[in-house]
């Protein structure tokens, strides 16, 4: 600050009650209070990491803040008293209030501006400073991660941008990387008996599959010794199946030539008593044929004759060959509807 600022005039409660009863009476206290404020705070530099700017830029922009609740608790307290000044009293507190809190904004904007600045760049030092934050990395994270974590946190420099929290930086970071360098001790020897655990993991594994490998080659050379060994047996048997299906149909081949042989005789035989019996029948039969016909011939001809006989003595003038003629017509069928009874 270049020049020394003075208090601010502190509003008289009755000013402010004899304001509330005259035209623009709370405006004049409001020009007057910013006519104050300009004399006392326009036109002066202020140094805001200075503790004694800051607290009198915030005690003036208090005090502008207390004029505002004065302004308003008495126009509350005066609207109590006067109904009839009611809505003229609102808008005056109304009024007031807008006026001086955006002139106690004006006068705290650039302090505002000033602490948000800084607390954004003292929040800057914490960011940068959480990158000591033990709790990146512990044991049970990689080593190369936890070796990536110590050559970021070894490439920070405590230096003075770390401002009043360097000494805060120094010890944080020395911390981290204790905890860091014996994580990473622990990471290294876990990662090592991981290691150690996956060599004897994967002897193992080859071991089994050596053994699986092998056994499967043994069954498959059982299996292939049990099958050359059943193949050479039914081509044994198949042999010995052949040869003796080749001996029964050789043997069924005489035999049905031996049976055909003798049913050929048995049916010669057959034939030939056949004929016998044939033969002999028909012989027979001729025989008792003729023995038939001569027995018939004899008995015709007496029938005959008996019929010539009888003619003869029916038909006087007949002579006998003429009856026998007549009688041999007849029996000869040669004479329609006449007929013989033999």
Known sequence: MN????????????????????????????????????????????????????????????????????????????????????????????????????????????????????????????DRISAFDSGRVDAFSSSDLIKQVISEVEAIAIDESFEDFANEAAIKKDAALTSFKKSLEEALKREAEQAELERLRKEQLEREQRERDERIAKEAADKARLEAEAKALAEQRRVEREKQEAAEREARLIAEKKEAELRAQQAAVMERQRIEREQAAKEEAERKAEEARLSNVEHMRSINQAASKALIDLCVGLEEYQIKAVITAIARNQIPHVSIKY
């Open 3 to 126: 020049a020394q600022v003075n208090e601010l005039q502190v509003i008289d409660q009755n000013e402010i009650a004899l304001a509330f009863n005259n035209d623009q009476g709370i405006q004049a206290i409001i020009d007057n209070i910013k006519a104050q404020v300009n004399e006392k705070f326009e036109g002066v530099v202020w140094d805001f990491s200075k503790k004694k700017d800051r607290d009198t830029v915030a005690s003036l922009a208090y005090k502008v803040g207390r004029s505002k609740t004065a302004i308003d608790a008495e126009g509350k307290k005066l609207k109590e008293q006067y109904t009839v000044f009611t809505k003229k009293i609102d808008a005056e507190r109304k009024l007031a209030r807008e006026q001086l809190e955006a002139e106690q904004a004006r006068i705290r904007k650039p302090l505002d501006e000033w602490e948000a600045a800084r607390e954004a760049h003292i929040q800057a030092i914490k």
